[in-house]
């Protein structure tokens, strides 16, 4: 059945399409312009522009989260965690006032997830459970690479301490324990390699057999080498087994066995076997019924790995470059949980609706400069940028929310860039009269002295006006 | 005056916030900041909308009537005839609900200072029916956009689009007799396979005159060829529930499209003298053997009671696209729960009789069709499949469909008919001059392969 008149499809510029496009360039330029402005006051323009790229790299990290596909969501994880965990480092070590640099990042946030469309309750449930994952899958891997480490340190202790020995029976000792474990790896690798569904049609009865037999002798030379490694010291206590063996024939065979010459070879081959059972494992368990909850788990997988590769040797030079390294340590480990806190908060605030499902974007956005507007009121900036940061966010949540409007009714076909810019002169131009009148009052506040121009007169005032403009409620 | 919405209420929570603020830290620009968002709801409070009566509406749909499937433009214009500006203005025209658009926007919105015209251009599917527009809707708002008012306009020009089956009907052919006979006779006469010489007579055509026996004798001689007769053409429509879907919504049935096709072919062939007949295959119909049915002729009612038939045959696949109805009674035409399709297919066959052509027009989207066709072959008639393409191609099952109906195609072919496929977005008039026309021109009469047009 037909289902109306209106066949619209989401365009590149997210479901709400392209007057959003205009509504957003407003936006960032108003933040920008905010931003600008306040590291020119304080001395150093590019004040946020570490923060800003950390935000946009987090935002966009949060955009390809939401993709299906392997390649971006690995590339999302990437982006995201890392740049999310420095925007809030920032946020903590910067010397800006807390929260001006906090309503600047939350403003910035609000533009670059209006131009991505992603703060939804869906997206941030997604991004927090797929980060939440890859961050658990890191952590685990750590703790997975440390016991890793000691074992193969345990192990190497062993076997130099076999290929130096100078008793038969320890030679002989190490030589059946290694061999145990070498077909024991063996028999893993036949079993987890898919050798016989790479083997071509005609001759798979032939390989299977083969391998079948491979796998019995393995397993009768393991059990062999095992009953050896157990009986030897009983063997060694209750006959004279040492001293036989530490006759002349016996003892340079025993030292031929204790030798890098037959022990390196066997061990090399462990350590393949090994490693090559548990690639297959790994890929088989990951890649099996390839969907989109895969994707998410590989991905996370993916990216855990690439948090230990690319991010190890940063924190590396960090904490050799530190003072305190423990402290550099705990806060890569527990910057990731204050972002997820983050997130949960955002996820709990549009779930209650004090960010509204559709217009969150632009209510970010308008929310960070206020808040913005207030830290630079504490920092002492000057009473023009404060009222320009609460005008900038008024703009961005009337151009924000007429654009939403506009799609809403009109959809993303129509070009209604004009409409849409013709209405932003009005928004800014209310915005800048503002700015100008409450200037001039400020001015006249200054020059009259506290007699009038009190805090206390000001809060009477200002309450005065909220009652008279109460009945009007939006 | 308009309806007020609140656009504003997080600029009270910005001003408490602000005030709160300052109170809190005894900052005078934060109390003054407070003032801020006041201002921006002062402004939307005294902001306010409504559309000017002096707003002009015009349509134009084109063209009107039109054929089923074929794109129809649709032009709203709305002009400001008032002396002021309207900041927002926001059109949504009224598409009939049955139709669909398929290229631009039925809605936009503009400024506009006084003088200036709104325009809304978009392209709908013709499906067959009346349809009618609903009038535009006008929103207005304020510069504050805290204030919306609507009007509903009745526009001038078009309000209706008219989609008919006859609508449209292009000759066949634009040059040639337009004969579709594809037999040949033993008496001479015009044609394009060579006959016999016979003696010259006044008034033959100079084309005709043997030019090299007259060098060789010095004669005059004319040249016979064999003569093309025109013989009965039975238009078979395939109306079976099988062949009762769309190409996608708001479009129309492969079955009106079929019933479009054969009243052009039909009008054109009635047209030139020839004698046309039609059977509807999928209805229960009140001809012999519960057919369909109007036997060859060229009558000056022929036409007209085609037309009708192919009407019931459309009506019956939009109302009942399962063909689960057995009539509207149960008894009466245009049911199908008791039709036997294979039996009215070998019912066409003993009602058009051996000297008759058929031209079968299906989407041939099940095999009934090729085993009719194959059945059809016994008569040694000249047989042409016209087939509708209505399968998607933007879906791995359309194409697979799309696959299998070509296959179907090239079966019905083997059988030595002719296969037409109509493909979405080739004029019918094309294809019917590529179906009838160009074969009926070629002296063999052979059957040759392809015939995706």
Redesign the interface.
């Known amino acids: 059945?037909?289902?109306?008149?209106?066949?619209?499809t989401p365009s590149a510029v997210g479901d709400e399409g392209r007057p959003r496009a205009t509504s957003l360039t407003i936006a960032a330029l108003v933040v920008a312009a905010f931003g600008l402005a306040t590291g020119v006051l304080r001395g150093d323009p590019q004040l946020f522009s570490g923060v800003a790229l950390l935000a946009g790299v987090s935002v966009a990290g949060m955009t390809l989260l939401d993709r299906e596909s392997l390649g971006p969501t690995v590339i999302g994880h990437l982006c995201f965690l890392p740049a999310a965990s420095g925007v809030l480092a920032t946020l903590v070590l910067s010397p800006v006032e807390t929260a001006l640099m906090g309503g600047v990042v939350l403003a910035m946030v609000g533009v670059a997830t209006g131009w991505t469309n992603v703060l939804g309750t869906e997206t941030v449930a997604s991004t927090t459970v797929s980060s939440a994952l890859s961050y658990l899958f890191a952590v685990v891997g750590i703790i997975v690479l440390v016991l890793a480490a000691g074992i193969a340190w345990v192990c190497w202790r062993l076997l130099t301490a076999v290929v130096g020995a100078t008793s038969p029976v320890a030679a002989a000792l190490g030589l059946s324990a290694l061999v145990c474990v070498s077909a024991i790896c063996l028999f893993l690798a036949l079993w987890q390699l898919p050798v016989l569904q790479l083997t071509a049609r005609s001759r798979r009865a032939e390989r299977a057999a083969t391998y079948a037999r491979c796998k019995r002798v393995l397993g009768a030379v393991g059990l062999g080498a095992g009953v050896l490694t157990v009986l030897t010291p009983f063997v060694v206590v209750f006959t004279p087994l040492d001293r036989v063996l530490a006759a002349p024939p016996f003892g340079a065979v025993a030292g031929l066995l204790s030798s890098w010459l037959v022990l390196g070879p066997i061990a090399a081959v462990t350590v393949g076997a090994l490693l090559a059972a548990t690639g297959a494992f790994v890929l088989r368990t990951f890649t099996t019924e390839f969907d989109h909850s895969s994707v998410r788990a590989v991905g996370a997988v993916v990216a855990a790995l690439g948090y230990l590769l690319l991010l190890a040797p940063v924190l590396l030079r960090l904490s050799i470059v530190s003072a305190n390294p423990g402290a550099v340590f705990a806060g890569a480990v527990l910057l990731p949980l204050a972002v997820y806190l983050v997130l949960v908060l955002a996820l709990g605030a549009l779930k209650l609706g004090l960010l509204p499902e559709r217009a969150a974007p632009a209510?970010l956005t308008?929310?960070g400069l206020?808040y913005a507007?207030?830290g630079a009121?504490?920092a002492d900036l000057p009473?023009l940028l404060?009222?320009g940061g609460?005008?900038g966010?008024?703009v961005t949540?009337?151009v924000g929310?007429?654009g939403l409007?506009?799609t809403a009714?009109?959809?993303h076909?129509?070009?209604?860039r004009?409409?849409e810019l013709?209405?932003g002169v009005?928004a800014v131009g209310?915005?800048v009269?503002?700015?100008l009148?409450?200037g001039a009052?400020?001015l006249a506040?200054q020059s009259v002295g506290t007699a009038v121009?009190?805090?206390g007169a000001?809060?009477v005032?200002?309450?005065g006006?909220?009652l008279l403009?109460?009945p009007?409620?939006? | 005056m308009g309806r007020r919405r609140?656009?504003?209420?997080?600029?009270?929570v910005?001003?408490?916030?602000?005030?709160g603020?300052?109170?809190w830290?005894?900052?005078?620009?934060?109390?003054?900041?407070?003032?801020?968002?006041?201002?921006?709801?002062?402004?939307?409070?005294v902001s306010t909308a409504s559309v000017p009566a002096e707003m002009t509406v015009s349509r134009a749909v084109e063209p009107t009537p039109a054929p089923p499937g074929h794109p129809v433009s649709v032009r709203v214009t709305v002009t400001n005839e008032s002396e002021g500006p309207v900041?927002?203005l926001?059109v949504?025209?009224g598409?009939p609900?049955?139709?669909?658009?398929?290229a631009?926007?039925?809605?936009?919105?503009?400024?506009l200072a006084a003088g200036e015209s709104l325009t809304l251009e978009y392209t709908l599917i013709a499906r067959r029916g009346d349809h009618d527009f609903e009038p535009p809707r006008l929103?207005a708002r304020g510069?504050?956009?805290a204030e919306v008012a609507t009007a509903v306009q009745t526009p001038d020009g078009d309000d209706r689009l008219v989609c008919r089956l006859d609508a449209e009907a292009p000759p066949l052919s634009d040059q040639g007799n337009d004969r579709v006979g594809q037999r040949t006779t033993s008496d001479p006469g015009d044609g394009f396979t060579f006959h016999s010489t016979r003696e010259y007579r006044r008034g033959d055509p100079v084309g005709r005159i043997d030019w090299r026996s007259y060098a060789k004798r010095g004669e005059l001689s004319t040249v016979n060829y064999e003569q093309w007769v025109s013989t009965a053409v039975v238009f078979v429509l395939d109306a079976r529930p099988p062949s009762r879907v769309t190409a996608g919504?708001?479009r129309p049935t492969a079955v009106e499209l079929g019933a479009y096709a054969t009243t052009h072919a039909l009008t054109s062939l009635l047209g030139a003298g020839h004698e046309v007949g039609l059977a509807v295959v999928g209805i229960d119909g009140d001809g012999p053997g519960g057919l369909a049915w109007i036997p060859p002729g060229n009558g000056s009612d022929q036409r007209s009671r085609a037309i009708d038939r192919l009407e019931d045959a459309a009506e019956a696949a939009e109302r009942d696209p399962d063909g689960e109805d057995g009539g509207e009674s149960g008894t009466d035409k245009g049911g199908t729960a008791e039709v036997d399709p294979q039996q009215q297919f070998r019912k066409v066959m003993e009602l058009a009789g051996p000297r008759s052509q058929f031209v079968l027009v299906s989407p041939i989207l099940d095999d009934g069709p090729v085993t009719a066709m194959e059945g059809w072959a016994a008569l040694d008639a000249a047989r042409t499949v016209l087939s509708p393409d209505v399968t998607a191609a933007s879906t791995v099952s359309g194409q697979h469909e799309h696959v299998r109906r070509r296959t179907r195609l090239a079966r019905c072919q083997a059988t030595g008919a002719r296969t037409i496929d109509w493909q979405r977005g080739t004029p019918l008039p094309l294809v019917l001059d590529y179906a009838f026309a160009v074969e009926a021109r070629r002296p063999d009469g052979s059957v040759h392969p392809g015939g995706g047009v």
């Open positions: 059945m037909v289902g109306g008149p209106r066949l619209d209510a308008a929310a206020i507007s207030i009121a504490q009473a404060v009222f609460v005008a966010g008024l949540w009337d929310t007429y409007g506009l009714e009109l959809g076909r129509p070009e209604t004009r409409l013709y209405h009005f209310v915005g009269l503002g700015i009148l409450f009052v400020e506040r121009g009190s805090s000001m809060a005032a200002v309450l006006v909220l403009l109460a009007l409620r939006g | 609140a656009r504003w209420r997080g600029a009270v910005a001003a408490l916030a602000l005030a603020a300052g109170v830290a005894g900052n005078g620009a934060l109390l003054l900041a407070a003032g801020l968002p006041l201002s921006y709801l002062a402004y939307g409070a900041s927002d926001r949504v025209d598409v609900r049955d139709l669909s658009v398929i631009g926007s039925p809605r936009s919105g503009e400024t929103r510069t504050g956009a919504p708001g």
